[in-house]
């Protein structure tokens, strides 16, 4: 059986460092993918911009006027960024958003890179489970520990111990 090609144009981390969290979803900026595909930003969204019906809610979006004042915040956006046309907010993609651009845009390019993002999106996927799991089972072991520390407790406390009156005790007493 032939090895699969695991080697890619772009190294899964470098990828995996520009996914961020916005709105509850895993999205990667416009900027990032037009860098990590070898296109203008401008060009990028001009593709997007012809192909709109390829690209619902689900898979793209733009980003409110205080995102974008919270990421020019942060360090996710680079100093160009930062002097972008306000007119025209930065665009974030779903990993469905990000398979979708591959039909957009043409080139071995865009499929050798479009093959390293889903990589990355899958191996994150891969890192969220195991921590799910292990979550669970340290939830497990917890449990089991606090039974554990119960029934030793139960068998460190004192027996009380029952005394017995002295004298007679009559039987209707």
């Known amino acids: 059986m032939a090895k699969a090609k695991t080697d890619s144009l772009i190294p899964i981390e470098r990828v995996a460092s520009r996914i961020y969290l916005i709105r509850g979803m895993k999205v990667m900026f416009d900027f ?3 860098e990590l595909y070898a296109v203008e930003t401008k060009a990028l969204n001009q593709a997007v911009s012809r192909n709109l019906e390829r690209f619902p809610p689900d898979f793209m979006l733009r980003l409110e006027p205080d995102e974008i004042e919270n990421i020019n915040r942060s360090q996710i956006v680079t100093g160009s960024q930062r002097h972008r046309d306000p007119r025209f907010p930065p665009r974030v993609f779903t990993q469905e958003g990000v398979a979708m651009l591959s039909g957009v845009l043409r080139g071995k390019r865009a499929v050798e890179v479009n ?4 990589r990355a999106f899958v191996r994150l996927r891969e890192l969220l489970a195991t921590n799910e799991d292990l979550a669970r089972k340290v939830a497990q072991h917890d449990r089991q ?3 554990l520390f119960e029934h030793v407790r139960n068998m460190l406390a004192p027996v009380p111990v029952k005394k017995h009156p002295i004298g007679f005790i009559h039987p209707k007493d």
């Open 32 to 34: 990032d993918l037009a």
């Open 115 to 118: 093959v390293s993002i889903m």
């Open 145 to 147: 520990i606090a039974v």
